[in-house]
């Protein structure tokens, strides 16, 4: 692909990103917005209009379902979603909060799947949703289980972000935490992304040890004391090794 035609695709994106984040907008707004001239920006509009990406309505142009379709049939090809089955939504009935099942994809955490149990917190998470692996339990449980060439890799590339006051910046102090992860068999953040959450998670590994993903619960901080976070992460292990076994039947 030649410079020419690899700027036109992230031009693009750049205008598809703009439109899933604020909701839509009109040619000129996007056009300032961007920083490209208006009749660049109506001509990618109108290409993602004839190719079902995007849909106009009285001027005003946003992103249509063609998207979710695209992440849906992705979501059912991986196989760790397909291995998880019901143990998401067994694991909110038990613990009443919040579950996700998360995968790395482009040195990022994204959530695949997400249970709600009776007492969960809405914390606006969805499928697709994506976020810095150093910065949440589950991230930190997949990359425990990646060599430390890759995990020096990821942090070159990404940085290590600062969420919230409690997130880890320092890689020396990560390191560390990426140890005791693996001891231990679970990751925790108290806070680390989102201020008063706590979130224990578990890694699923395949029968090669290869990293798959990550069974997260989480929840308020004044709900989940000592004695249940223990509870907790027996439940994920529990759930991520169920998990790993299905894997070999996926």
């Given at each position: 692909?030649?410079?020419?035609?690899?700027?036109?695709?992230?031009?693009?994106?750049?205008?598809?990103?703009?439109?899933?984040?604020?909701?839509?907008?009109?040619?000129?707004?996007?056009?300032?917005?961007?920083?490209?001239?208006?009749?660049?920006?109506?001509?990618?509009?109108?290409?993602?209009?004839?190719?079902?990406?995007?849909?106009?309505?009285?001027?005003?142009?946003?992103?249509?379902?063609?998207?979710?379709?695209v992440g849906h049939r992705q979501?059912?090809?991986?196989?760790?979603?397909?291995?998880?089955?019901?143990?998401?939504?067994?694991?909110?009935?038990?613990?009443?909060?919040?579950?996700?099942?998360?995968?790395?994809?482009?040195?990022?955490?994204?959530?695949?799947?997400?249970?709600?149990?009776?007492?969960?917190?809405?914390?606006?998470?969805?499928?697709?949703?994506?976020?810095?692996?150093?910065?949440?339990?589950?991230?930190?449980?997949?990359?425990?289980?990646?060599?430390?060439?890759?995990?020096?890799?990821?942090?070159?590339?990404?940085?290590?972000?600062?969420?919230?006051?409690?997130?880890?910046?320092?890689?020396?102090?990560?390191?560390?935490?990426?140890?005791?992860?693996?001891?231990?068999?679970?990751?925790?953040?108290?806070?680390?992304?989102?201020?008063?959450?706590?979130?224990?998670?578990?890694?699923?590994?395949?029968?090669?040890?290869?990293?798959?993903?990550?069974?997260?619960?989480?929840?308020?901080?004044?709900?989940i004391d000592e004695a249940r976070?223990?509870?907790?992460?027996?439940?994920?292990?529990?759930?991520?090794?169920?998990?790993?076994?299905?894997?070999?039947?996926?």
């Amino acid at each position: 692909m030649t410079g020419a035609s690899n700027r036109s695709v992230e031009r693009a994106f750049r205008i598809v990103d703009e439109l899933a984040e604020n909701g839509g907008g009109r040619v000129s707004e996007l056009a300032d917005r961007l920083e490209m001239p208006v009749s660049t920006v109506h001509n990618y509009l109108q290409a993602l209009v004839e190719t079902g990406y995007v849909t106009v309505e009285d001027k005003e142009y946003s992103t249509t379902t063609r998207f979710l379709e695209v992440g849906h049939r992705q979501r059912h090809r991986l196989e760790v979603f397909q291995a998880v089955s019901d143990e998401l939504q067994d694991i909110a009935a038990e613990t009443g909060e919040h579950v996700t099942l998360m995968v790395e994809e482009n040195d990022q955490c994204v959530i695949v799947a997400v249970q709600e149990g009776p007492d969960a917190v809405n914390l606006f998470a969805y499928p697709g949703a994506r976020m810095p692996l150093h910065a949440a339990a589950p991230g930190k449980a997949i990359l425990a289980h990646m060599s430390d060439e890759r995990v020096e890799e990821i942090i070159d590339r990404q940085g290590l972000v600062e969420m919230t006051n409690r997130t880890v910046t320092d890689p020396d102090v990560l390191f560390d935490q990426l140890e005791e992860i693996r001891e231990q068999g679970y990751a925790i953040d108290e806070g680390e992304r989102i201020a008063g959450m706590v979130c224990i998670s578990a890694p699923v590994l395949d029968k090669s040890g290869e990293i798959r993903g990550a069974i997260c619960v989480c929840g308020p901080q004044s709900r989940i004391d000592e004695a249940r976070r223990e509870e907790i992460a027996d439940i994920v292990k529990r759930s991520a090794n169920v998990t790993q076994v299905n894997l070999d039947y996926v």
